[in-house]
């Protein structure tokens, strides 16, 4: 009789453990990330696009829409160090302030460096799994500088700024990593990208913990492929042919074969989201889409009607698409004009998972309520500042948002400041009949490059 009573107790204890671990995976959100690359405003239809993206589309109709969000840098690099660290890339150890480049001995042990805390770290040490899928670009060659040292238990893509999306090289070099090992695949990366995805969504229906998905694309970013005869790597655009018929209406030819990777990786958005939806978990997880910075008109991409381009500090290299999704919690089909970027999404995650961040040194702001209740952000001020990035002949900036008032010096040393709330597409300069406001932003903007500075 005690050893069948002692049995039931040992069982009922099992249960109860299983049961209180379920309870607490579904209590806390899971968290899919989709990080779009050189996509910018005018590249997605919800936003005004000529570019079909039903699937992107379909988030807006699902979330929140916002007008007014700012990326941690007009660069690929730094915006994904501010992104995943909650930090302006000012900051950084290694001064990620441009992109890294895959093939210079300068950059072989420059990125992310450890005690650069990740979210993904955060949440990993609170028992989520973690994944990045796609491109990473903060550190390439050492294991100390991969995913998988900064926080992620898994991943699986690839390190440096661009691949060829047919081969998964760089030009001629193999990046196509599982987890710290590069393997050899075969597909197009755009949807290489998409089914680890569905792959990790898969297992995540049987898991106990809480997710947390970095879906890093590199669409519709060109891909890098390799020239024999000069023996060297080159960007070319690496579009399918099925998907250039789709956008045949597109009368430019390199704009055309933008449309067409990016319809491609809107198909990718909608497959996970599916599988999302097939494995029981889109109505407890948070779904955000944004975009690393904006396009390069060079490359096909366009960020109309606003100013300027990546690797520039006009609002066309910084203010970019994102949509956010959450069922029961983000009334749908709603947006804000709230001043807001992606070095927010650090605190926001970590107060919706009700995580202490009181010994991180943080330059975002909370905003689950903005999300939840639609409640206003605040004024805000935001910092950038730029390095060089030599394949785009573009040298250093620096840009103060403080408020409606921007200020932008730019790599010549032409300063601008502009009033974004009359002027939103920064065609009237005041620097000469704002010369009080000029000289105030600009000692600020001393302030901050010394205040920043590792």
């Given at each position: 009789?005690?050893?069948?009573?002692?049995?039931?107790?040992?069982?009922?204890?099992?249960?109860?453990?299983?049961?209180?671990?379920?309870?607490?995976?579904?209590?806390?959100?899971?968290?899919?990330?989709?990080?779009?690359?050189?996509?910018?405003?005018?590249?997605?239809?919800?936003?005004?696009?000529?570019?079909?993206?039903?699937?992107?589309?379909?988030?807006?109709?699902?979330?929140?829409?916002?007008?007014?969000?700012?990326?941690?840098?007009?660069?690929?690099?730094?915006?994904?160090?501010?992104?995943?660290?909650?930090?302006?890339?000012?900051?950084?150890?290694?001064?990620?302030?441009?992109?890294?480049?895959?093939?210079?001995?300068?950059?072989?042990?420059?990125?992310?460096?450890?005690?650069?805390?990740?979210?993904?770290?955060?949440?990993?040490?609170?028992?989520?799994?973690?994944?990045?899928?796609?491109?990473?670009?903060?550190?390439?060659?050492?294991?100390?500088?991969?995913?998988?040292?900064?926080?992620?238990?898994?991943?699986?893509?690839?390190?440096?700024?661009?691949?060829?999306?047919?081969?998964?090289?760089?030009?001629?070099?193999?990046?196509?990593?599982?987890?710290?090992?590069?393997?050899?695949?075969?597909?197009?990366?755009?949807?290489?990208?998409?089914?680890?995805?569905e792959h990790f969504l898969k297992g995540q229906q049987i898991a106990k913990k809480p997710f947390f998905l970095f879906l890093s694309?590199?669409?519709?970013?060109?891909?890098?492929?390799?020239?024999?005869?000069?023996?060297?790597?080159?960007?070319?655009?690496?579009?399918?042919?099925?998907?250039?018929?789709?956008?045949?209406?597109?009368?430019?030819?390199?704009?055309?074969?933008?449309?067409?990777?990016?319809?491609?990786?809107?198909?990718?958005?909608?497959?996970?989201?599916?599988?999302?939806?097939?494995?029981?978990?889109?109505?407890?997880?948070?779904?955000?889409?944004?975009?690393?910075?904006?396009?390069?008109?060079?490359?096909?991409?366009?960020?109309?009607?606003?100013?300027?381009?990546?690797?520039?500090?006009?609002?066309?290299?910084?203010?970019?698409?994102?949509?956010?999704?959450?069922?029961?919690?983000?009334?749908?089909?709603?947006?804000?004009?709230?001043?807001?970027?992606?070095?927010?999404?650090?605190?926001?995650?970590?107060?919706?998972?009700?995580?202490?961040?009181?010994?991180?040194?943080?330059?975002?702001?909370?905003?689950?309520?903005?999300?939840?209740?639609?409640?206003?952000?605040?004024?805000?001020?935001?910092?950038?500042?730029?390095?060089?990035?030599?394949?785009?002949?573009?040298?250093?900036?620096?840009?103060?948002?403080?408020?409606?008032?921007?200020?932008?010096?730019?790599?010549?040393?032409?300063?601008?400041?502009?009033?974004?709330?009359?002027?939103?597409?920064?065609?009237?300069?005041?620097?000469?009949?704002?010369?009080?406001?000029?000289?105030?932003?600009?000692?600020?903007?001393?302030?901050?490059?010394?205040?920043?500075?590792?």
């Amino acid at each position: 009789m005690q050893h069948t009573l002692n049995q039931i107790c040992l069982g009922l204890f099992f249960f109860l453990i299983f049961f209180s671990d379920h309870v607490q995976a579904a209590e806390r959100p899971n968290f899919l990330i989709i990080f779009t690359d050189d996509q910018g405003l005018n590249d997605v239809g919800c936003y005004g696009s000529e570019i079909p993206t039903p699937n992107i589309d379909q988030l807006a109709k699902e979330g929140l829409l916002f007008r007014q969000y700012y990326s941690a840098s007009s660069i690929c690099t730094p915006s994904r160090f501010g992104l995943l660290t909650g930090r302006n890339p000012s900051r950084s150890q290694d001064r990620l302030l441009g992109a890294l480049m895959f093939m210079s001995q300068l950059d072989k042990n420059r990125g992310i460096q450890p005690g650069e805390t990740t979210i993904a770290e955060v949440l990993q040490q609170n028992d989520y799994q973690t994944a990045l899928i796609g491109k990473w670009h903060l550190g390439h060659g050492n294991k100390t500088l991969l995913p998988t040292s900064h926080g992620f238990d898994l991943f699986r893509g690839h390190t440096g700024g661009c691949i060829d999306y047919f081969t998964m090289t760089y030009g001629n070099i193999p990046d196509w990593y599982h987890n710290q090992h590069t393997v050899s695949e075969n597909g197009y990366a755009t949807d290489l990208i998409t089914e680890e995805a569905e792959h990790f969504l898969k297992g995540q229906q049987i898991a106990k913990k809480p997710f947390f998905l970095f879906l890093s694309y590199n669409a519709p970013h060109f891909g890098k492929g390799w020239s024999p005869g000069d023996q060297s790597a080159i960007n070319i655009m690496q579009a399918r042919g099925s998907d250039l018929k789709r956008v045949g209406n597109i009368k430019d030819k390199v704009r055309r074969e933008f449309a067409a990777m990016t319809v491609a990786l809107d198909d990718g958005i909608g497959r996970v989201m599916t599988a999302l939806k097939n494995n029981g978990l889109d109505q407890n997880t948070l779904v955000i889409f944004m975009t690393d910075h904006g396009g390069t008109y060079v490359y096909g991409g366009s960020n109309q009607p606003f100013r300027g381009a990546k690797a520039s500090l006009f609002e066309g290299g910084i203010r970019v698409p994102c949509i956010m999704r959450w069922p029961g919690k983000i009334q749908a089909a709603t947006e804000t004009n709230e001043v807001t970027w992606a070095l927010d999404l650090f605190p926001t995650i970590c107060q919706l998972v009700n995580v202490d961040t009181g010994g991180l040194l943080l330059d975002g702001q909370d905003i689950s309520s903005l999300l939840t209740k639609q409640t206003p952000v605040g004024t805000r001020e935001l910092f950038w500042q730029l390095g060089p990035h030599k394949e785009l002949k573009r040298g250093r900036w620096t840009a103060l948002r403080q408020a409606d008032w921007k200020y932008i010096q730019n790599e010549g040393g032409e300063e601008f400041l502009f009033d974004l709330k009359a002027d939103p597409y920064e065609k009237q300069n005041r620097v000469t009949d704002k010369p009080g406001k000029l000289k105030e932003l600009q000692k600020h903007r001393d302030e901050l490059v010394n205040e920043l500075s590792p």
